[in-house]
């Protein structure tokens, strides 16, 4: 994929992982602060567990203060409005989902970069996909929502396997790039749409509550 | 210790806390990917806190893929023979007590190793055993069992002390590790067995509220 | 500052912010020993997550035995003695914003010698001031209060803009670290004795809820 388009998805991410941080601390009706700093956990969460797990330091939102910007700003932007911004929850779930996409490519990579096993690597994209979600929910006192309903994980541990499915045969990277990023959004905006959701152990279904 | 048994008892003690793992997210009825991701933590989360606190990176279960293999397949082996699997709990509590001895004596070898002080050894090794089922707890939105009914915990600290007197004694380092793994096992046993619990500060005894 | 006072001022916060955690496990009616890791958790996670993300390792806490007696102590002494302790909360509150301010411009100093972003570093002084009654607060499964009423955090982040701006005029290192701790002590002060908060997105005043 053209390094543009790419940087273009990971600032739209970044955006939309904040803006989901936003929105759920207001819910709880923390203060101004305690909106912001969910914010950045949510934004930068998965990446920065990710790099504490590989050993890569300073973790990637310290070494570049863009991140912390642009999440500033736009939580600041979802702040003030937060009723006009969650009347396109069409095209939040749309940027919320290629976010997803890119981030659990980002971490496959850098993973790979890291000379791991490939069952490791996907799971390192799932890390840096699903986990500053995860953070998020623990730290507002939640029990983390993609353990619960969770096609979102599921569909970047289904665009990690096909990744390396395609690695073997030698597809140019990117294309590979983008089939994975596309599949993973794909996966997730058909279970939204038709509400899909993994089953208990006891075999029921449980009910779709709420935006991720 | 033989190289093989202390294998066998890292493997037995992988797999009993990732079952824990199944059986706490089960009770907060967690679909069957959450129930997955509460394994692993239990099961990685110590010993991932201690490597990246004393600096060792990859953490050890990105190192080596068979740490992921065991968790998963004894998670899912856990959710399919769930009722049987509870039926057994005299056998899983030996087995977790093992485990718990010999992540506690891992930890503290590791940190020896990083030339560490033998209270901050001791401290690694009880994060060690213990903190896979505190962030499970936290994770799950409970507040750790280890910090309201915890001979536990105790029992690694008391195994850690114990392992550094014997080694001022000059004890060969196998005879060392049985007695030390030994010794947390028999703590943690009689504990249960007598159901004995640390005093809150006001002095009031705790109930004993379900396994660990 | 002369290095002993700051030594002194680095004791006394690792002293009360074990004893806050002291307090806040009796709270929740832990037992002895889940007290004792509150403790321990509340005084050095800040520092921990600081060294953590930017890459120091051993992290502070294991390198130096003397914070573990130092907080060993202290919350025995906090358990044994808490009614009398309690009363002192002037006192306490004084050191607490003390430590608040130490902890804060330690982080910046550490996160300015690893050449990172000065809007970087004062986001890794706030960290290592707040995140350990952040995690505190996680793991006995509350809401961070910093994310409720949290002059507490503003303080900081206030206090390290400060510090670049100071920094730039080319004001002796000493004096920016007085007027840099100061201040934070001041603001959080003063926050304190008028029940200052800040207001939440929607412009509803909180109600103070106890102490930090």
């Not at 290629?98 to 799971?123: D, M, W, Y």
């Amino acid at each position: 994929m053209t390094y543009e388009l790419l940087k273009l998805i990971d600032v739209l991410g970044t955006v939309l992982f904040a803006i989901s941080g936003v929105f759920a601390a207001m819910q709880k009706r923390l203060d101004v602060f305690g909106i912001l700093i969910i914010a950045f956990i949510t934004a930068i969460g998965g990446g920065t567990l990710r790099d504490m797990m590989i050993g890569d330091f300073p973790v990637s939102w310290i070494r570049n203060i863009n991140y912390s910007i642009i999440i500033l700003v736009s939580s600041v932007i979802a702040m003030v409005f937060n009723k006009t911004i969650r009347n396109l929850h069409r095209t939040l779930l749309v940027f919320d989902s290629l976010g997803l996409g890119f981030f659990t490519v980002l971490g496959i990579q850098k993973a790979l970069a890291f000379g791991l096993h490939p069952g490791i690597c996907v799971a390192i994209g799932m890390v840096t996909g699903c986990f500053g979600g995860v953070i998020r929910d623990i730290a507002l006192n939640n029990i983390p929502l993609i353990f619960q309903k969770e096609i979102y994980a599921t569909a970047c541990i289904t665009g990690g396997v096909v990744y390396f499915l395609l690695l073997k045969t030698g597809l140019q990277r990117d294309w590979l790039e983008v089939i994975c990023i596309g599949g993973i959004f794909a996966i997730r905006m058909i279970a939204v749409h038709y509400r899909l959701a993994l089953p208990g152990i006891d075999g029921a279904k449980r009910e779709k509550s709420g935006e991720t």
